[in-house]
């Protein structure tokens, strides 16, 4: 579970945060008591890019579908 500090009090801890996010702690930082960002290690951020917009975005979304030939074909018999 994540420890939550406040945005001033991250700001004058950084450094002590970031050498005991190093070690496997997680953080939440706060502004106004609402979570705003989250200090976890570098290697539980996804690299994977986010997803294309628009047509092509619909496209990757359906492409691994078995049966979109199959919905494809009743869609243009209607």
Partial sequence: MAETVGVADAKRRFSELID?????ERFVVARRGRPAIALVAPEEVSDRKERPLGLAGGAGAVGGWEALDEVVSAICRS
């Fill in 20 to 24: 005991r996010v190093n070690r496997g």
